[in-house]
Nanobody, 124 residues
Framework: QVQLVESGGGLVQPGGSLRLSCAAS????????MGWFRQAPGKEREFVTA????????AYADSVKGRFTCSRDNAKNTVYLQMNSLKPEDTAVYYC?????????????????WGQGTQVTVSS
């Protein structure tokens, strides 16, 4: 069993930055891929980024490429999402998730464990 707790969300102005963290429990964290997804009001949950077990490989949705960076620290059982140049359309609840695979995964149904989510609001 893996438990995930996200933090770092909040209100930020357009063009600003936030860093989300996701702390995981469970000794298998370092062997699994991690992902970030988001869900805006009235929309389906969508893929944002994913990172493989070692942190050597990442994937990003086109909408966030060049602005968001995913990283992980396996010694701390934590994955991070650095979000720069934020736009109003980035407003959503952001969820981290664990996939029982080592490689990068982008499909929502490949993820088994989910955090409770953290709200990110981009507004002036």
């Amino acid at each position: 069993q893996v438990q995930l707790v996200e933090s770092g969300g909040g209100l930020v102005q357009p063009g600003g930055s936030l860093r989300l963290s996701c702390a995981a429990s469970g000794r298998t964290f370092s062997t699994y891929a991690m992902g970030w997804f988001r869900q805006a009001p009235g929309k389906e949950r969508e893929f944002v980024t994913a990172i493989n077990w070692s942190g050597s490989s990442t994937a990003y949705a086109d909408s966030v490429k060049g602005r968001f960076t995913c990283s992980r620290d396996n010694a701390k059982n934590t994955v991070y999402l650095q979000m720069n140049s934020l736009k109003p359309e980035d407003t959503a609840v952001y969820y981290c998730a664990v996939a029982p695979f080592g490689g990068v995964r982008s499909r929502l149904d490949e993820y088994r464990y989910w955090g409770q989510g953290t709200q990110v609001t981009v507004s002036s």
